[in-house]
T-cell receptor, first 110, second 113 residues
Framework: QKEVEQDPGPLSVPEGAIVSLNCTYS??????FMWYRQYSRKGPELLMY????GNKEDGRFTAQVDKSSKYISLFIRDSQPSDSATYLC??????????FGQGTTLQVKP | GAGVSQSPSNKVTEKGKDVELRCDPI?????LYWYRQRLGQGLEFLIY????????KSGLPSDRFSAERTGESVSTLTIQRTQQEDSAVYLC???????????FGPGTRLTVL
């Protein structure tokens, strides 16, 4: 079993839709939960992160962590074509290392 | 300021040859990471340098892979006797004191023929 599981998609939605991206993980020691966005042929860039359980909102993006069920979510409201990218969840513990999911490819159609 | 840079951006080599990939981290970042990303896959951790501590080499897939870092600056990833399965994008990232916000370079796309 992989430490982090993420559905690779692809996920295709119309512009303006609400998008839900999810990951599950197995290591209960994870405390930091990062979401990276990767455009084609580019390096990943940090989108947002949360520490421990709870929600965090940043503009159209909301990150949610449920440590009891080991479930991580990223919601995108009013999705735009510019949101088309691969989204990678990446939890980490106190080792300084992140464990990346496979990434979900999202396409937002105008 | 300048971000993480990697060179070369593309490398095509023949099976059995050695290759060296270079990473220049952001100035002042003490932590440096190497990852491998195969086509359509996530990031596979290779090695992690943190300051003067012994590097975490737990992700290196075989003894053909090695990496060095000079102080808190440049790092090189060396792959000896390359195989076709080594074809991938090799990404480098750096962060400040191992904080989780890792800044990534553009990657080196390695193709082994």
């Amino acid at each position: 079993q992989k430490e982090v599981e993420q559905d690779p998609g692809p996920l295709s939605v119309p512009e303006g839709a609400i998008v839900s991206l999810n990951c599950t993980y197995s290591n209960s020691a994870f405390q930091y939960f990062m979401w990276y966005r990767q455009y084609s042929r580019k390096g990943p860039e940090l989108l947002m992160y949360t520490y421990s359980s709870g929600n965090k909102e940043d503009g159209r993006f909301t990150a949610q962590v449920d440590k009891s069920s080991k479930y991580i979510s990223l919601f995108i409201r009013d999705s735009q074509p510019s949101d088309s990218a691969t989204y990678l969840c990446a939890p980490g513990g106190n080792t300084g290392k992140l464990i990346f999911g496979q990434g979900t490819t999202l396409q937002v159609k105008p | 300021g300048a971000g993480v840079s990697q060179s070369p951006s593309n490398k095509v080599t023949e099976k059995g040859k050695d290759v060296e990939l270079r990473c220049d981290p952001i100035s002042g970042h003490t932590a440096l990471y190497w990852y491998r990303q195969r086509l359509g896959q996530g990031l596979e951790f290779l090695i992690y340098f943190q300051g003067n501590s012994a590097p975490d080499k737990s992700g290196l897939p075989s003894d053909r892979f090695s990496a060095e870092r000079t102080g808190e600056s440049v790092s090189t990833l060396t792959i000896q006797r390359t195989q076709q399965e080594d074809s991938a994008v090799y990404l480098c990232a750096s962060s400040f004191r191992g904080f989780y916000e890792q800044f990534f370079g553009p990657g080196t796309r390695l193709t082994v023929l």
